[in-house]
């Protein structure tokens, strides 16, 4: 993406578009490894009022998830929340975020390898970006290796499949359905 201008056309880079469900609703993205456990992580959180599953910060338009997979679009998994900020600042959709996987894993997460399963908080407003970076701050002084989480804007969010939301409340390949009830702690299994 050169100085040709072809950079400056591609919808993939632009900021997310999209508002939120409702007026007076904030949006926020993450990346913390494969989205299903995460979505349903943050499903389950007072004040979230919508949660999708999609593809961002990649560099092709309209991604699907075998392209994802394959490492040629860079864009990661990502999980994009409609939250009410009265109910859940967004510094507890931080503090859930970082509860839920390892930032200190580059382009990984368990036994998921890959650019799609790196670490990233992507922002929509100053106030989120100043917040996120507080956050890794603070959250550096409690680990002993370094984060490697990224703190970007937002860009595009493409929504995955269908099947991919909601998978695991929905019972993922085995039909075993799982509690998105607001403040559940049941533990969270992830299977394909």
């Given at each position: 993406m050169g100085s040709n201008g072809e950079e400056s056309s591609n919808p993939a880079l632009e900021p997310d578009p999209d508002a939120p469900v409702e007026a007076g609703l904030e949006l926020a993205q993450f990346a913390a490894g494969c989205f299903w456990g995460v979505e349903l992580t943050f499903q389950r959180v007072q004040g979230v009022v919508k949660t999708e599953v999609g593809y961002s910060q990649g560099h092709v338009?309209?991604?699907?998830y075998k392209l994802v997979c394959t490492g040629s679009t860079n864009?990661?998994?990502?999980?994009r929340v409609h939250f009410d900020p009265n109910v859940c600042p967004?510094?507890?959709l931080?503090?859930?975020f970082?509860?839920?996987h390892d930032p200190t894993t580059l382009n990984r997460q368990g036994n998921d390898v890959g650019t799609q399963y790196r670490s990233g908080i992507y922002y929509y407003t100053e106030t989120q970006e100043k917040l996120a970076k507080e956050s890794v701050e603070a959250k550096q002084k409690e680990l002993k290796k370094k984060i490697v989480t990224e703190v970007v804007p937002a860009k595009?969010?493409?929504?995955?499949?269908?099947?991919?939301?909601?998978?695991?409340?929905?019972g993922g390949r085995n039909g075993l359905k799982q509690s998105a009830a607001?403040?559940?702690n049941d533990p969270i299994r992830c299977y394909g």
């Open positions: 338009p309209d991604p699907n864009h990661a998994e990502v999980i967004y510094t507890t931080l503090d859930v970082w509860g839920k595009r969010f493409y929504r995955a499949e269908e099947y991919h939301q909601q998978y695991l409340e929905k607001k403040g559940c």
